[in-house]
């Protein structure tokens, strides 16, 4: 019989870092991710860098491990007092190495089709046929094409969508009024960083905008520009130009960020385009509307960095993200509804399981209604991240227990380590 202390299902963020903490809490531990490699939104969706979430977080120990891991082979470097800038595709073998440090067994290429529940317990979920490359190989396939249960004290759902209470029928918060546009990621190769750094220091003088580092002897920057109207975009004349050429969509221009990557010294990653057409996040039609308008919005996005930024006139799209950046869908019923009054007024709790400063960040596909609110240090519940109606069931990741505005803050990667982590522990403790 396959028997675990811990499931986790999604090799995400806050999945890895679950499953890391777990293993080395010494829980047999079983990882299972639908894609090929771990890392979620780091890899599979381009998202780098983590954000800095405060100076007073917890359960950052798999986070240490993973800069550390990272470093060691040259995929991570600390850019303006934030050590989370990661080079994607190293993190994809710094996140096996981690795993195989922390004993995991970990199964890609993998989808749950159901689990088995007692009362208001999970006591096994079973798997579809379609296993590229499991790490544990004494997992056999059955004759009718399914794989024996395998059966776990604890699960935790790290999915991002809540697949797993989804199959346990547990109850969900989300509100149909309630959504955030998507983006879609990307990368540019052959761009002349040196150029651009000393082109763009010059046209945008506001340094809460536009930074430039030398580190280790390679140029790394930031620089942003969003269509509202709140702050005066030194970039700002460049895409009115280019929209009115019509190089650019207006809707092309409602966010534009980009930032350098550790080991790739020549590429520029793209925090957009942020796409604005109404969709829901759990429609597979609707997504794959969103897919093809997200991946024509980055041929005119990169044609405008040819066109108007210095450096960037040999530049080519060498990587489109693999997943969309869902902000919202699913969250889960917990025993604890967390607030955006909690987040606020900074309320202690007796077991938290993060600490951040994050503000509020809630993107709007609307010209100026997008939230981006400074708060101070919050902490975050345990019983957020325990399902009400199942048990042995724990969430980590953006589709835990909170409200609309509070989950906006929380959604973030570094708290999503937190979370991953924090649960681990919790079920460690209790083991």
Not at 23 to 33: D, M, R, Y
Not at 210 to 217: P, S
Not at 310 to 323: H, K
Not at 368 to 396: C, G, R, W
Request: proline share 3%; net charge negative; charged share 25%.
């Amino acid at each position: 019989m396959n028997k675990y202390d811990l499931i986790i299902a999604g090799g995400g963020t806050a999945g890895c870092a679950a499953a890391y903490t777990a293993g080395k809490f010494g829980l047999k531990t079983l990882l299972i991710e639908k894609n090929i490699h771990l890392g979620g939104t780091i890899t599979s969706g381009l998202v780098v860098p983590v954000m800095k979430s405060g100076d007073n977080q917890i359960n950052t120990d798999f986070y240490n491990a993973l800069i550390e891991e990272l470093h060691s082979i040259g995929g991570q470097v600390t850019y303006q007092n934030n050590s989370g800038w990661f080079n994607p595709e190293l993190t994809k073998i710094a996140l096996d190495t981690l795993m195989d440090k922390a004993n995991v067994d970990v199964l890609f290429n993998t989808h749950i089709q159901d689990v088995i529940k007692e009362y208001k317990e999970i006591k096994a979920i079973c798997l579809s046929k379609d296993i590229l490359s499991p790490h544990n190989y004494s997992i056999q396939n059955t004759k009718e094409g399914l794989f024996e249960p395998i059966y776990a004290r604890y699960v935790i759902d790290a999915t991002g969508d809540c697949e797993i209470a989804k199959l346990c029928g547990c109850e969900f918060l989300e509100n149909s009024n309630e959504n955030q546009p998507t983006s879609l990621r990307f990368i540019m190769d052959g761009v002349d960083v040196k150029r651009f750094a000393q082109w763009i220091l010059e046209f945008d003088k506001d340094r809460e905008v536009t930074t430039v580092e030398e580190i280790d002897g390679i140029t790394h920057l930031s620089t942003a520009y969003t269509w509202d109207n709140g702050k005066k975009w030194a970039l700002a004349p460049l895409f009115d130009d280019a929209v009115n050429k019509g190089i650019l969509k207006d809707a092309d221009r409602n966010y534009f960020q980009i930032f350098t990557i550790p080991a790739m010294p020549n590429a520029i990653a793209f925090n957009c385009p942020r796409i604005i057409e109404n969709y829901d996040p759990l429609c597979i039609t609707d997504v794959s509307k969103v897919l093809k308008a997200g991946r024509e919005s980055i041929l005119r996005l990169s044609n405008f960095c040819k066109t108007y930024l210095q450096g960037f006139e040999n530049a080519y799209v060498s990587n489109i993200a693999d997943m969309l950046g869902v902000r919202v869908s699913r969250r889960i019923k917990g025993k604890y509804i967390y607030t955006i009054e909690d987040l606020k007024s900074g309320k202690k709790f007796e077991h938290p399981v993060l600490i951040s400063n994050y503000p509020v960040d809630v993107h709007s596909r609307e010209r100026n209604k997008s939230t981006l609110q400074k708060v101070q240090d919050y902490q975050l519940p345990i019983e957020s991240l325990m399902s009400a109606d199942i048990e042995n069931l724990f969430v980590a990741g953006r589709c835990l227990s909170a409200d609309f505005m509070a989950q906006g803050a929380l959604r973030v990667q570094a708290s999503c380590f937190s979370m991953g982590e924090g649960v681990a522990k919790y079920i460690a403790n209790s083991h």
